[in-house]
């Protein structure tokens, strides 16, 4: 892992844009490009409920080994897939494809995972003096296959999917313009019961509000409204690395420089008014000190001379005679 976080960022820069745009058009960008489709009345001229086989390979749990000359699940699924249908099997059991429930090769698997045991220990210290613990956990690293198969043994399942075809008029009227036509495809998966239900909503000569594309009438929607899971994943993988990467790199390159540029210049300043502040009072020098000294001697001596005249009837002070007192004695 980087040190340096600037390096880190400006790695993962391409990485989180590129998986944000990914998302993005891959998954909002169509629905918000739908919300703007505009409305109109579509009339249900035909309606089908399809069924086809949607296979899968199943396999056992453990290191089993399929026989010698099993054909390959791979190539059972596509054959049951493209060949079969479950409505003709319905029908005619002998048309139901004899690949199901059969072994075949699933290839190569990884049995168990053989894991080293690393420790790890984190030391945290709080109060004053200073208290300090030590926590340590282990946890599984450098795992490793240590079993596996070339040829692991599995069986073809194939449950049947569902999905719905109707074909819509729209767009007819006066104020309208032409009317056009165009199929409307929805795919249920395995859940029968929601198809069969979206089919008995939409039956045949009924009508309904639609949306269509514009530059594409052939496309229709019943339902131009986001889809909740879609906007979960742009936001948790697309918006949130994102912005978190360009959260870093606008604190390192801004907002840190920002930081200490403001400390430098407040530094500076009171640097500047420490110089002003020793400058002015070694300029005052010893000639002010003792200007300041002899205000203060004067300032007691005139005191004294008051004190002459105010404390004349003292015990520790000699009054001042006038000229009739020392005519007297």
Same mark, same amino acid.
């Given at each position: 892992?980087?040190?340096? @976080? ?45 069924? !086809? ?25 596509? *054959? ?31 049995? =168990? ?15 004053? @003096? ?6 340590? =956990? ?24 569902? =999905? ?105 300043? !009171? ?8 400058? *002015? ?37 000699? @009054? ?10």
């Amino acid at each position: 892992m980087m040190q340096n @976080p600037l390096k880190w960022s400006l790695f993962a820069l391409p990485a989180s844009l590129g998986l944000f745009f990914g998302l993005f058009f891959g998954l909002s960008y169509p629905e918000i490009v739908r919300k703007g489709w505009p409305l109109t009345t579509c009339h249900v001229l035909s309606s089908k409920l399809d069924s !086809r086989y949607c296979c899968e390979k199943v396999c056992t749990a453990g290191c089993s080994v399929v026989t010698i000359g099993a054909p390959l699940c791979s190539s059972q699924i596509s *054959l049951v897939n493209n060949a079969f249908s479950p409505s003709r099997c319905a029908s005619d059991r002998s048309t139901c494809p004899p690949q199901i429930g059969q072994v075949c090769d699933g290839g190569f698997h990884c049995c =168990s995972n053989c894991c080293d045991t690393c420790r790890s220990c984190k030391i945290k210290c709080t109060g004053h @003096p200073l208290v300090c613990t030590q926590s340590c =956990s282990s946890s599984p690293c450098r795992c490793r296959c240590c079993s596996s198969t070339p040829q692991q043994s599995c069986t073809v399942s194939c449950p049947s999917c569902y =999905s719905v075809d109707l074909t819509l008029r729209f767009g007819s009227g006066p104020t309208r313009g032409k009317a056009r036509s165009a199929i409307y495809h929805q795919d249920f998966g395995k859940d029968e019961v929601s198809s069969k239900q979206f089919l008995d909503s939409h039956p045949i000569s009924s009508s309904s509000r639609c949306f269509y594309n514009p530059k594409n009438p052939s496309q229709v929607s019943f339902d131009v409204s986001f889809t909740p899971w879609k906007w979960a994943v742009v936001s948790i993988f697309g918006i949130v690395p994102l912005f978190l990467n360009l959260a870093v790199l606008v604190t390192i390159l801004g907002v840190i420089p920002a930081y200490r540029a403001i400390n430098a210049k407040l530094a500076e300043r !009171r640097q500047r008014d420490v110089s002003e502040t020793a400058f *002015l009072v070694s300029n005052q020098g010893p000639q002010e000190v003792n200007d300041i000294s002899s205000k203060e001697m004067a300032v007691d001596l005139e005191g004294t001379h008051d004190k002459g005249y105010s404390n004349a009837d003292s015990d520790d002070e000699v @009054p001042l005679l006038d000229a009739k007192g020392v005519h007297k004695f």
